[in-house]
């Protein structure tokens, strides 16, 4: 196993967790200042995906494609916060799963409705198509990388909203005591929808970001929905740095063990075996990960409100 | 608590008795197929009465019960295979082979069901909240995977069932016959539950979930009685899934799923949370718009959507208690 195959699979673990974190910084700050579990997240990565490719198939540009898949999921993302996510805000975490288990239903039957059965796809820019030479020989895909890029600087970009802005001082406010800001005559309602939205068009950014590397279909979001999840509960529920650090940690985690646990396993068990094996350990790696954090750390590796 | 004619037991009654009529009308009227809808009901109520106890009277929000309905499916699944193949599951230092009798399948159910949920509660209680809710998907998700890397049972396609197992005299291939040993352990389970509740346990545990430093100070630790109350209601969750595989003569991963999770949650809680027959209710009405709808229109998911969202948002209490009123200690 040469080292420029490791550096490789590394980039890829990081991809997947710069990937997630797009998806969990939403979920996490939706959690933290409004207190509200959105299950609905992985379909908000879908309208991302489905209007990126739709878009960029109709003009032939990939990049109108990913701007109208942000703002198409950052609208849809304001709707269903004004139509039904507000009511939610006070009623129990069960309310709030079962609701936003009840809106993955509505959009991906929508989703079917108006795009068809059939997956779409989507091509890498041309700008993006071709290969960085990694130190020790061989190449990376340039839109992988550029992927990386663009989460680091969207996580970049976060933190400087949230500790250096004045809307990301209210979002702190709205985190630590909601009554006090509201009474500070700070418009609470549409602070939880700009909130809301802006949760949903990282998701729509993500999702348009990989409908170039798989196909777009219903159903796409959630999986990814699921280990979002995973590295919020990894990181401290309401953590954006708790996010990115556990995200690519989750990244790495999945990939490397996809790649090199069964041939871990294949030194001591008989190849068959080892494949079986080692596949179904690195499928429930992270879970394990998860489970390993929770048994020791019950609040995450970055708790919030400790 | 003796019994009383409230509305609720009114409304239990009139539940129960229509969940025998149907089949049994069905018979009468030839069409075979209600009969495998009404066993379908008993046996998704009886997995949700089985998360009920949990989520409802104990407050553990556990997104995780597919692992257990699953798991149930799974021992049914592995029992049919190598009973029908003559093989062994262990060959070695026991011999352990499949089996052909649904008392002993139940039994493995149970036994197997339990320890795991034991496992999966002990590390998943000691969060609590959100992270509870997360958690025991996590455990669920582990199960999922594990089960799709088995070669040997299927992998992602899941094993079938070619024969039913039966019962010492009971001839359980027949559909109606299935049915009434479905709708006897369901009714038996929810009789127990409703004692169980009643009892100086079911008091600890209804106190766990309202107030664990009270129960606490009473000198009950709340851990080990909601550990208690965990397994159990997994054990029965997992004895519905054997039924289930049973019913369709296959078990898959999809028994699994985080999405049959989701539907067992939405049973309990469409029927009303906590309520003795909340989960029939919620399984029957919930089966019987998918059919329905289902055959009037492709969109069934789109309706299910939004039904659930009303009821969410606007019927609090689900079926019973819109019908029954109130419950006695909301």
Redesign the interface.
């Known amino acids: 196993m040469s080292a420029a195959f490791f550096i490789e699979q590394l980039l890829n673990g990081v991809q997947l967790g710069v990937m997630l974190f797009l998806m969990a910084a939403g979920l996490t700050l939706v959690?933290g200042v409004m207190g509200l579990?959105n299950l609905a997240h992985g379909s908000l990565f879908m309208v991302g995906a489905f209007f990126c490719s739709w878009i960029a198939g109709q003009t032939g540009s990939f990049w109108l494609g990913l701007g109208g898949g942000f703002l198409a999921a950052a609208a849809a993302g304001a709707l269903v916060e004004v139509l039904?996510i507000r009511?939610?805000y006070d009623?129990d975490?069960?309310?709030q799963?079962?609701?936003t288990?009840?809106?993955?239903?509505?959009f991906?039957?929508?989703a079917r409705?108006v795009f068809g059965d059939r997956p779409l796809y989507l091509d890498i820019p041309p700008v993006l198509s071709g290969a960085v030479p990694l130190p020790g020989g061989g190449g990376y895909p340039a839109y992988r990388l550029a992927i990386i890029g663009v989460g680091l600087v969207t996580a970049v970009g976060l933190y400087l909203l949230i500790a250096r802005t004045r809307l990301g001082m209210q979002i702190r406010a709205g985190e630590s005591d909601r009554e006090m800001i509201g009474a500070l005559g700070v418009d609470i309602r549409t602070l939880y929808t700009a909130v809301f939205a802006l949760g949903a068009a990282l998701a729509g950014l993500a999702g348009g970001m990989v409908g170039a590397l798989q196909s777009v279909q219903v159903g796409m979001g959630?999986p990814v929905l699921?280990l979002a999840?995973?590295v919020i509960?990894i990181g401290g529920?309401g953590s954006v740095k708790g996010a990115l650090v556990s995200a690519v940690l989750v990244g790495v985690t999945d990939t490397l063990g996809r790649v090199f646990l069964p041939q871990l396993f294949g030194l001591i068990l008989p190849p068959s075996e080892a494949t079986?094996?080692g596949?179904?350990l690195s499928?429930?790696s992270i879970?394990?990960l998860?489970?390993g954090v929770?048994?020791f750390k019950?609040?995450?590796l970055f708790p919030v409100d400790a | 608590m003796g019994p009383e004619l409230s509305r609720e037991n009114l409304v239990n009654a009139v539940l129960a008795l229509a969940l025998l009529a149907a089949p049994l009308i069905a018979v009468a009227l030839d069409e075979p197929f209600y009969v495998t809808l009404a066993s379908r009901v008993a046996i998704l109520a009886l997995a949700g009465v089985g998360l009920n106890l949990a989520?409802g009277t104990g407050g553990m929000?556990s997104?995780g019960h597919a692992a257990f309905f699953g798991l149930g499916g799974y021992v049914a699944g592995v029992a049919a295979l190598h009973g029908f193949e003559g093989s062994h599951f262990i060959a070695w230092p026991l011999e352990i082979g499949g089996s052909e009798h649904m008392l002993v399948i139940w039994a493995v159910a149970l036994v197997v069901t339990a320890v795991v949920a034991l496992g999966i509660g002990a590390?998943s209680l000691?969060?609590s909240?959100?992270?509870f809710?997360?958690?025991t998907?996590?455990?669920a998700?582990?199960i999922y995977?594990?089960a799709?890397?088995?070669?040997t049972y299927g992998g992602e396609d899941g094993l079938s069932i070619y024969l039913r197992s039966g019962l010492p005299g009971i001839e359980a291939e027949d559909p109606l016959t299935f049915f009434l040993v479905c709708y006897a352990l369901l009714l038996g389970v929810i009789y127990l539950l409703h004692r169980l509740v009643d009892s100086r346990f079911g008091a600890a545990l209804q106190c766990a979930r309202m107030n664990p430093e009270r129960l606490a100070t009473l000198g009950i630790a709340p851990f080990p009685v909601k550990l208690t109350a965990f397994t159990l209601s997994a054990m029965i969750t997992g004895l519905a899934g054997a039924l289930f595989a049973e019913l369709n003569g296959f078990v898959s991963p999809a028994m699994l799923s985080?999405?049959l999770s989701?539907e067992i949650?939405?049973f309990v809680?469409l029927g009303g949370?906590g309520r003795l027959f909340g989960p029939l209710a919620g399984a029957a009405l919930f089966i019987l718009l998918e059919s329905f709808i289902g055959g009037l229109t492709d969109?069934w998911?789109?309706v299910?959507?939004?039904v659930?969202?009303s009821v969410?948002?606007f019927a609090?209490g689900g079926v019973i208690g819109l019908l029954a009123g109130k419950a006695r200690h909301d």
Do not use: C, N
């Open positions: 959690f579990i039904v009511r939610l009623r975490h069960l309310d799963v079962l609701a288990f009840a809106l993955i239903l509505i991906s039957e929508l409705w959630e699921i999840f995973v509960i529920i079986s094996v596949a179904s499928a429930m879970y394990l998860m489970a929770l048994a019950p609040k995450g | 989520l929000v997104f590390v000691r969060t909240g959100v992270y809710i997360m958690i998907l996590a455990f998700q582990m995977y594990f799709i890397s088995l070669p985080w999405q989701g949650i939405i809680i949370v969109r998911q789109l299910l959507g939004l659930l969202l969410v948002l609090r």
